[in-house]
Nanobody, 124 residues
């Protein structure tokens, strides 16, 4: 089992950048496919990005493609999300998630482990 703790959320202006980080408490971090999701009030949890065990084949949701970058450092047990050109509609609680698998799932139900979430608010 793995515990995930997100950090880096905050209040920014539209057009700004922000980096989220997720620290995992496990000695086998490279056994996990990792993902980032977000959930705005009244909306379903949305896939943002995912990455395979060794950092290859990043996958992105359509709404963030070209603006967000996911990467991981298995030596530090972290996965990060660099968010550039932030928009008002990026405002949400962002969650880090993990699962054992051979691909990056896009649906939140396929992830077994979740962090507590970190709030990102983009203002005009």
């Amino acid at each position: 089992q793995v515990q995930l703790v997100e950090s880096g959320g905050g209040l920014v202006q539209a057009g700004d950048s922000l980096r989220l980080s997720c620290a995992a408490s496990t000695r086998a971090f490279d056994n996990y496919v990792m993902g980032w999701f977000r959930q705005a009030p009244g909306k379903e949890r949305e896939f943002v990005a995912g990455i395979m065990r060794h950092g290859d084949n990043p996958v992105y949701g359509d709404s963030v493609k070209g603006r967000f970058t996911i990467y991981r450092d298995n030596s530090k047990n972290t996965v990060s999300l660099q968010m550039n050109s932030l928009k008002l509609e990026d405002t949400a609680v962002y969650y880090c998630a993990g699962q054992h698998g051979l691909r990056v799932p896009r649906h939140w139900r396929e992830y077994d482990y979740w962090g507590q979430g970190t709030q990102v608010t983009v203002s005009s």
